[in-house]
């Protein structure tokens, strides 16, 4: 990498540490603005207030919101984020235990949407106008208007209540062999391509029509270059940094539906785990994984953006 490449990305890494301490800060905040009170919830109504202002105190949830901010922060960038104010276990702990098969869960719809999207994506611009193009166009615009819950209500209720061929709850802990793997990611899996598909084959098509329009692409079409030949060879190397943001973009998606989708299908992943630390008001618990999935989507966007910069021939060829 030149100079110029070198001095862009790491401003961009710098950008990236300081969103995500914006982000930190934001997050303390919000979360301390839930309604209810986390000492409140483990003791019950029938607490008397000398016993929620002791369990306050234990928790540390009497000190200033600064001081408590700091505390958390400094704890979290040294890898303990503290301890779940409803079983007293390390944050850590638990979110060690759910966060593989969350990433399990990510990167297999990660391996199935990106290729079929890139397919679709890069087929559809070479046959522009086509009646292939129409039909996948109506399709993936019909599938990004449809959201995550309908598309897993309708899986549930015709492939494990009519068909009975897929389990309607996702044990992880019941797969002994492929079959049962695939009949417990199947649906899950369905769900969350839906959406992602549909919107990285349409930014990717649009990536690689725009470059097919182009004056070297036109040069190439004028030596006689075939059009398979013309994408692949000189209009897929340009496109590589709008197709990365568009990957980047979809995947970032991913982090919201997979809330929806751990939630219906019953799966043990980080996103159920923070669902049930909002329901007891478990601060720590709670801040942790939203921390997590904004470092997920902030290190998806600064990929893609380091991916523009290098893959960018006017900032390589300087």
């Keep these: 990498m030149n100079g110029t ?5 790491l401003n961009r890494i710098g950008l990236g540490v300081l969103t995500l301490f914006l982000v930190s800060l934001g997050v303390f905040v919000i979360t301390n603005l839930l309604p209810g009170d986390a000492a409140q919830t483990a003791l019950g109504q029938a607490a008397t207030p000398a016993t929620v202002a002791a369990l306050r105190l234990q928790f540390g949830l009497d000190q200033p919101a600064p001081l408590r901010y700091m505390h958390w922060l400094i704890g979290l960038l040294s890898g303990n984020p503290g301890f779940s104010l409803v079983n007293s276990l390390p944050v850590a702990s638990l979110i060690a235990g759910r966060l593989p098969s969350s990433l399990l869960l990510a990167g297999i719809t990660t391996a199935v949407s990106v290729p079929i999207a890139l397919v679709l994506g890069i087929t559809t611009a070479m046959y522009k106008g086509s009646a292939y193009d129409r039909i996948i166009n109506v399709g993936t615009i019909s599938l990004v208007s449809v959201p995550e819950f309908l598309v897993a ?18 044990h992880t802990a019941d797969i002994h062999s492929v079959g049962e793997f695939l009949k417990i990611y199947a649906m899950p899996v369905m769900t969350l ?20 329009s182009s004056s070297y692409v036109e040069m190439a079409a004028l030596k006689g270059g075939s059009p398979t030949r013309i994408v692949l060879l000189h209009a897929l190397p340009n496109a ?3 197709i990365a943001n568009a990957i980047a973009l979809s995947l970032s998606y991913l982090l919201g539906g997979v809330i929806i989708v751990e939630s219906i299908f019953n799966y043990p992943g980080i996103a159920t785990l923070m669902i049930d630390a909002v329901s007891t008001r478990d601060m720590p618990l709670i801040q942790a994984c939203a ?7 902030l290190l998806l966007v600064m990929v893609a953006d380091i991916c523009a910069i290098v893959s960018n021939p006017k900032l390589r060829n300087r």
């Excluded at 490449?5 to 990305?9: E, K, N, Q, W």
């Design 5 to 9: 490449i070198s001095r862009l990305v």
């Design 153 to 170: 209500t309708i899986a549930v209720l015709i492939f494990a209540v009519k068909l009975g061929w897929l389990s309607a709850l996702s």
């Design 193 to 212: 391509c839906c959406v992602i598909v549909a919107q990285m084959a349409r930014m990717t098509r649009a990536a690689i029509i725009d470059q097919l």
């Design 240 to 242: 590589i940094g709008p």
């Design 291 to 297: 921390m997590i999935f904004c470092l997920a989507y």
